[in-house]
């Protein structure tokens, strides 16, 4: 059975906001996703990382457990943890980008721990969001 996770962390001692650290993470995000066979979308802003993740439960289980275990994590709240019948994302690890400028219009000065699990999955997976593979 295939499930969907939703979650947020916060990020710690700037992990995410410059281009080196972000690549780090997609990279090795993307070499642990395909051997787990779980496909991912994530995005980093302001210090936090929203990720949507979709897998078998126990891949999903052990991405969750090596999230825990990461010192760059902190604070990790599942929003949403269903079962689905088709995966929504194709992609081992993807990024979004926010610009400025969406940023500005998508979360009108919300945080990403402040949407809801609806809208942190439109917000990973819409075509207005500047996508990086």
């Known amino acids: 059975m295939l499930y969907r996770l939703v979650f947020v962390s916060e990020m710690i001692g700037g992990i995410g906001t410059d281009v080196q650290s972000v690549a780090e993470i ?56 269903r079962p689905v019948m088709q995966r929504r994302m194709r992609d081992w690890a993807r990024l979004c980008a926010l610009t400025d400028l969406q940023a500005q219009d998508i979360l009108c000065g919300r945080r990403l721990s402040d949407l809801s699990s609806t809208g942190l999955e439109k917000l990973l997976s819409c075509e207005h969001v500047k996508m990086a593979a």
């Open 26 to 81: 997609l990279g090795a995000s993307e070499r642990n996703n395909r051997r787990d066979e779980i496909s991912s979308a994530m995005m980093f802003y302001e210090g936090e990382a929203a990720q949507m993740a979709e897998g078998a439960r126990a891949d999903l289980d052990r991405l969750l457990t090596r999230l825990s275990k990461d010192p760059r994590h902190r604070n990790i709240r599942i929003l949403e943890d």
